[in-house]
């Protein structure tokens, strides 16, 4: 019922930035919250941000907190996900994920993208 398509993702250096974006299509307005989770090789996947679609309401993990900035547009009903400041840490798959509660658990999440890879190098 609902579709999500990340992009914006890329190969950068450290220090870079880059801008994620997540197209929702469908019935979106069955949905109240949107987040942004990502997951590296070997690791669990880890929630980053969360926005909800009426007040924009956000809320971040503390490691991204001050590099990371979730928005969304609902007249486009994209959500994006603007990174400064990356650290070869930051490297992983990059999810969005739509939710009907607010919410950081990623099981949770009914409805996911299928990613889009950030690679930071040193």
């Known amino acids: 019922q609902v579709q999500l398509v990340e992009s914006g993702g890329g190969s950068v250096q450290a220090g870079g930035s880059l801008r994620l974006s997540c197209a929702a299509s469908g019935r979106t307005f069955v949905n109240y919250a949107m987040a942004w989770f990502r997951q590296a090789p070997g690791n669990e996947r880890e929630f980053v941000a969360r926005?909800?679609?009426?007040?924009?309401?956000?809320y971040y993990a503390d490691s991204v907190k001050g590099r990371f900035t979730i928005s969304r547009d609902n007249a486009k009903n994209t959500v994006y996900l603007q990174i400064i400041s990356l650290k070869p840490e930051d490297t992983a798959v990059y999810y969005c994920?739509?939710?009907?509660?607010?919410?950081?658990?990623?099981?949770?999440?009914?409805?996911w993208g299928q990613g889009t890879q950030v690679t930071v190098s040193s």
């Open positions: 994920a739509a939710a009907a509660s607010l919410t950081v658990r990623a099981l949770e999440y009914r409805y």
């Open positions: 926005i909800t679609w009426s007040s924009g309401m956000k």
